[in-house]
């Protein structure tokens, strides 16, 4: 079973940036999307950033211009960099592979924005 290791998240001032990392444990194949959506306290997950295997990418409105998804196929790793950020950012971000026949989950990483 593959597996998603997220990394790179933490606290930060508002305004400021941070880099999160995605990880899989092997080549995944056959994938039809990859990204990342956040939890809030009391709140539904929701998607920030999709990368679609046509090579799209989807951004939720409240990222736009601030946040951009990427990927490094060598290093079988997706990126989410996150400038301007904001105290409504702070939440869980997971890392998310969908493929034909299964959808992989990271365990999240924490970013809270606060001064």
């Known amino acids: 079973q593959v597996q998603l290791v997220e990394s790179g998240g933490g606290l930060v001032q508002p305004g400021g940036s941070l880099r999160l990392s995605c990880a899989a444990s092997?080549?995944?194949?056959?994938?039809?999307?990859m990204g990342w959506y956040r939890q809030a306290p009391g709140k539904e997950r929701e998607l920030v950033a999709q990368?679609?295997?046509?090579?799209?990418?989807n951004y939720a409105d409240s990222v736009k211009g601030r946040f951009t998804i990427s990927r490094d196929n060598v290093k079988n790793t997706v990126y989410l960099q996150m400038n301007s950020l904001k105290p409504e950012d702070t939440a869980v971000y997971y890392c998310?592979?969908?493929?034909?026949?299964?959808?992989?989950w990271g365990q999240g990483t924490q970013v809270t924005v606060s001064s």
């Open positions: 990368l679609t295997s046509g090579a799209s990418t």
């Open positions: 998310n592979v969908r493929t034909y026949t299964a959808n992989i």
């Open positions: 092997r080549i995944i194949f056959n994938i039809n999307a």
